[in-house]
Every structure is written in C-alpha cells, then in structure tokens.
C-alpha cells in the first residue's frame, strides 16, 4: 500500500509542475504579446539601443529587452498579465522613457 501511496504522491508532484510550467509559458507569451501591443503603439525603434534602460543587459533586441521590462513593470504593479494592463503598462512605459530622455539631455 505504501508503494500505492508514493505512486500517487508521486504523479501529483509531476502534474503540479507541469501546471506551474504551463502557467509559467502562458504568462510569459502574454507578456510577450503585451510587449509587442506597447511596440506599436509607442513606434519603439528596432535595434537594441533601448536593451540596457529598459531590460537587464543580456537581451539581443528592443523588443525583448520590454518584454522583460513588462514582466518586471506587472510584477510591481501588481497587475495581471491581460490586456486590462495595457493602458498602466503604457503610462508606465512613456513615464520610464521620458525619464531616460531627461537623463540623456543632462
């Protein structure tokens, strides 16, 4: 009974990580989508010129380096990754980039 017992115990722990790690990629393409609506809708400039404001350094491109910016920006915020952030996450954005625009006249 008790190698019945592990078995189950066992299965449970598989199922709940692969949860976690669905729920973790789900989040992460809609972070990902959320990244690419804020893209357009501010004309971000291709390239990587933004990768050290707006990520952590080790990002190839504009893109992903807010994509990590939206990852972070959801998480202080508090707000869930749905389109309902999208006009937080924009304000935020314009108001992280105007500061890096003052720091860069200065």
Not at 35 to 40: C, G, M, T
Not at 64 to 72: G, I, R
Not at 78 to 87: S, Y
Request: net charge negative; aromatic share 4%.
């Amino acid at each position: 009974m008790k190698n019945l017992d592990d078995v189950v115990m066992a299965h449970t722990g598989i199922e709940r990580t692969l949860h976690v790690t669905m729920a973790g990629k789900n989040r992460r393409r809609v972070e990902r989508r959320l990244a690419e609506s804020l893209a357009a809708a501010t004309n971000l400039a291709k390239g990587d010129a933004l990768v050290m404001w707006l990520g952590n350094g080790d990002e190839a491109t504009n893109l992903e380096a807010l994509a990590t910016w939206v990852s972070n920006t959801l998480k202080q915020l508090n707000l869930d990754a749905n389109r309902q952030a999208i006009p937080h996450l924009l304000a935020e954005l314009e108001r992280t980039l105007w500061a890096w625009e003052d720091q860069a006249w200065q």
